[in-house]
C-alpha cells in the first residue's frame, strides 16, 4: 500500500463552533452500509446540513481545508466512515481542543491532521474564521506549528505519528517488519488461552 | 515483587502481559501489543478486507477472530425486514470469513447476536486478555479483567493483518464505588453517576479499573453494563478485576480452559488484581449510597440527572442546543416528560438479568396505550433463555414487542428506528441527535426504568411501582 506523505496542510478555515461533536452527526448511521472507504463526502454532517446557516452552507467556507471545531470533537463511536466523510468534503485536517481518542487515531490513518490547540487558540482560528474566511492556515507537521498572518502555535504530535506522516508509511508494512518477534511472541503465549474453533 | 518495588494496577499487568518483546525498534516508537481475541462485525470490517486483500496480505490468526452480524440485521427474523445495502454487507461479511477461515455467528444460527453478549457467553472474553473490535463499546470485555478497547477499521486491517497494535502507554485512573446500592439503583445508574460527575470526556487518555465494594457486589451483567459505558465519558477502556464472580461465570463455559488448564488459568488470573501498594495518576470516589435511578435529559450522556430532578438550566452553548433538540424547558420535572417509545436492548442492557429486571416492574401491568415498546435481546442465547423462562410471554402480554437479537435501535441501522419528533425511554448507551432515528429524542437509562415508563407512558421512578 502506498501512502502520501504529508509535511504541511494549508488553506481556509471552516468553523464549528461545536463542543463534543460525536461522530454519529460527522456521519450518519444510514452511511455506514456502504463497503467501500470512499464517496462519503456528500453526507459529512447529514442533518446539520439541514440547518440553513450550517457552514457547510455558506459559501463563503467553500474550499476550506482545515475544520476547526470545539473540544472533546469525534466523541463516541469508532466508525472511520467519520474522518473518511471529512476528507472526502476535502478538509486535510481538524483543530480542537481535544479530540476522542479513537477519532484521533483514525484521522492520522486516514491522512487527517488532527491538531490540538488550546481553547482560546481554537477560539481565536474560529473567530478569525468567521471574520475572514478567506484568512490562511499553514499546518507545518515537521515543526508542529499552526501559522497564520501574525501568530504561530505550536501543538504536540506524537513522534510515531509524526514518523509516520512524513515519511508516507504503511502502518501494516511497519509491524511486519516485527514478524520475527510477534513470531516468537506467538511461542510462549500461555496454553489455557482460547481460541475460537 | 521486593519491598521497594512499586506494586502494579491490573490495567498495567495487562498492558505488560501483551507488549511484544523487540516489537519496538526506535526508542519513540509506541509498544507494539499482542491481541488474543479479535472480534469482527459487519459495518467495520469491509474496507478491513478489502485492503487486506488489494496488499495480497492474509488473516494471521484467523483461529483468534470471530464474526457475528449484529449492527444491521432485522429484528423481526430472518433477512426480510433488511434494505439491500443491509444485505449486501452482511453477504460480504460471510465471503470475507469463509475466505480467510473466520468462525461466522451469522443471522439465523444460534449463537448469533451482538458481538459484546456472545464473546462472554462462549467464554472467548477471560480475564488476562486483550480484546479488540471494530465497535466502541469493545470495552464491555473489560468486566472480565481483560484489556479491551475499540479501534478503527484501519486497526482492523493491522490486527487481521499482523495480530498486534501499536500503542502508546496511557495514565491508570482509579472509580472506586463504596456502600450498598439503594433500592431500585442498577448498575447503569453506577455508571450514569459515574458519567454525570466526570462529563462526556473525562476519561479521555486513561485506562480505568472500577473498583471498591459497590462494584465487586455487581453480578457480571452489571460489570458489563458499567464497562460497556467507560467511552461515553471517553475512557479508552474499563475494566474491573476478576474474581470468583468472574470464575464461576466463565467456569463451563464453552471456550473456557478445563481441567489441569482451569487450574492454571485460575492460579495467574488470581495474580491480575491491582497490588495494594500500586499507584494510580488519578482517582474518583463515589459514594454507593448517594446515588439514584438516573434519566439523561440532553443529547449526550453527560448530560444527566436523578429522575426525581428536573431539567436544569442551560450552562453552555451545548446545553442550550440540546434543550432545543429535545424540546424541553428547563426547570420541567422529569416526571413530567411523555414518552412516545421504549426501547429495552443494546450491548449495555440486553443480557437475561436485563430483561429479568425489566420484567420484574411489570407485574401484571400493560403498556401504556399511546407507547410502542421493543424488547431486543442481546443474543439468540440470551433471546433463548428468556423464553424458556416465560419472559417473551410476559412481555409480550404486556404489550411489548418481541424481536430477535441484534443492536437494533440502540443506533437504528435496521429498520427498528423513532420518527422524528418521537421521544424514547432506551436502555442503550448513547443519546447522541439522532441517534436512534433522525430527529428522535432519546433518554438513557437502566431496563426497570424503561419498563415503568412504558407502563405509565412517561418518564418515572421505578421505586413508585415496585
Known sequence: ?197 | MTPEEPGRTLAQKLWDAHVVPGGSSAEDEPDLLYVDLHLVHEVTSPQAFEGLRMAGRKVRRPDLTVATMDHNVPTRGGLRAADELSRKQMEVLRENCEREGIPLHQIGSRRQGIVHVIGPELGLTQPGMLIVCGDSHTSTHGAFGALAFGIGTSEVELVLATQCLPQRRLRDLAVTVDGDLPIGVTAKDVVLGVIAVTGTSGGVGHLVEYRGSTIRALSMEGRMTVCNMSIEWGAKAGMIAPDDTTFAYLEKRPHAPKAAAWQRALDYWRSLPTDETAAFDEEIRIDARKLTPYVTWGTNPGQVVPVTGRVPQPHSDTDARALRYMDLQPGTAIADIAIDRVFIGSCTNARLEDLRAAAAVIQGRHVHPKVRALVVPGSTSVKRAAEDEGLDLLFKSAGFEWRSAGCSMCLGMNPDILAPGERCASTSNRNFEGRQGAGGRTHLMSPPMAAAAAITGHLVDVRELV
Open chain 1, 1 to 197: 500500500m502506498t501512502v502520501q506523505p504529508i509535511e504541511k496542510v494549508a488553506g481556509t478555515m471552516a468553523p464549528l463552533d461545536r463542543a463534543d461533536v460525536d461522530t454519529d452527526q460527522i456521519i450518519p448511521k444510514q452511511f455506514l452500509k456502504r463497503i467501500e472507504r470512499t464517496g462519503y463526502g456528500p453526507f459529512l454532517f447529514f442533518d446539520w446540513r439541514r440547518e440553513p446557516d450550517f457552514f457547510l452552507n455558506q459559501s463563503r467556507f467553500d474550499g476550506a481545508a482545515v475544520l476547526v471545531a470545539g473540544a472533546n470533537f469525534g466523541c463516541g463511536s469508532s466508525r472511520e466512515h467519520a474522518p473518511w466523510a471529512i476528507r472526502d468534503a476535502g478538509f486535510r485536517a481538524v483543530i480542537a481542543p481535544s479530540f476522542g481518542d479513537i477519532f484521533r487515531a483514525n484521522a492520522f490513518k486516514t491522512g487527517i491532521l488532527a491538531v490540538e490547540l488550546s481553547a482560546s487558540q481554537v477560539q481565536h482560528l474560529i473567530d478569525l474564521a468567521n471574520e475572514e474566511p478567506s484568512a490562511r492556515l499553514e499546518i507545518d507537521v515537521r515543526a508542529q506549528e499552526v501559522r497564520g498572518e501574525g501568530f504561530a502555535y505550536r501543538f504536540e504530535l506524537d513522534p510515531f505519528i509524526k514518523h509516520m506522516l512524513v515519511n508516507g508509511l504503511d502502518e501494516i508494512g511497519l509491524v511486519e517488519q516485527h514478524g520475527a518477534a510477534i513470531g516468537s511472541y506467538e511461542q510462549h503465549r500461555p496454553a489455557w488461552l482460547p481460541s475460537v474453533r
